[in-house]
């Protein structure tokens, strides 16, 4: 079995999206001081590879504690969607993928956008799954979505449509993820466990894809 690791590194001055603050990362103690190292960190719940749950978006929608582990690990199936021209990810695009879509309990999108991780390019014109495109998804029995990207929605969204969509079908969004060329249209094991944090309506999470070798 082969483990690969689909994480953006949390780091100092790392990217966020635009209004969340970035991690801080203050030293405690230290080995020579007294006798051992700690770290204070203070991070966003939507600090790098994350996992969107319903009460990021509904009023009513569960969090972390209405789950089980076993919600965030199943079968995955990672769609190649580098050539797209228009940058919408529609209906037509996913249709050919619907017998791999409806055998997984993970999808994810792979624009090949996070090559643009760390620059300002990432946070704009990214590809835009359509609102018509997620209730299409709405209909397999998916766990989860998981993008390469820094949201599910337009950058200047009010109303978030297609977490909304999502989410409120029970499809869990796991955003800021990277995804290699070796995954694309074949399957595995996707695992993308939260901290255990009370209440969450997110979490950073390991996102890792377990591969048969």
């Known amino acids: 079995m082969r483990v690969i690791d689909l994480s953006q ?3 100092s001055g790392m990217p966020c999206y635009p209004g969340t603050p970035g991690p801080r990362f203050q030293q405690l103690s230290s080995i020579d001081e007294h006798g051992f190292a700690e770290q204070l960190l203070t991070i966003s719940s939507h600090t790098g590879t994350h996992v969107d749950l319903p009460s ?3 009023p009513s929608g569960s969090s972390l504690d209405a789950f089980t582990i076993e919600q965030f690990s ?4 990672a769609i190649d969607l580098r050539s797209l021209t228009d940058g919408l990810i529609t209906v037509e695009t996913l249709y050919p993928f619907r017998d791999l879509i409806y055998e997984s ?3 994810l999108l792979c624009s090949g ?3 643009y991780w760390g620059s300002a390019a990432y946070f704009e014109g990214y590809p835009l799954l359509t609102s018509d495109a997620a209730l299409w998804l709405s209909d397999f029995p998916l766990k989860g979505l998981g993008v390469d990207m820094i949201s599910v929605d337009s950058p200047v969204s009010c109303d ?3 977490h909304t969509q999502l989410l409120q079908n029970g499809i869990l969004i796991i955003e800021n993820l990277v995804c290699p060329p070796l995954l694309l249209h074949s399957s595995f094991i996707f695992c993308s466990f939260p901290l255990r944090i009370a209440g ?3 979490s950073p999470v390991r996102a ?4 048969e070798c």
Request: hydrophobic share 60%; net charge neutral.
């Open 9 to 11: 590194v949390i780091s």
């Open 56 to 58: 990021h978006i509904l």
């Open 74 to 77: 199943g079968k995955g199936v």
């Open 105 to 107: 309990e993970f999808l």
């Open 113 to 115: 956008w996070s090559k």
């Open 160 to 162: 978030f449509p297609v």
């Open 200 to 202: 969450a309506e997110a």
């Open 208 to 211: 890792v894809a377990l591969v």
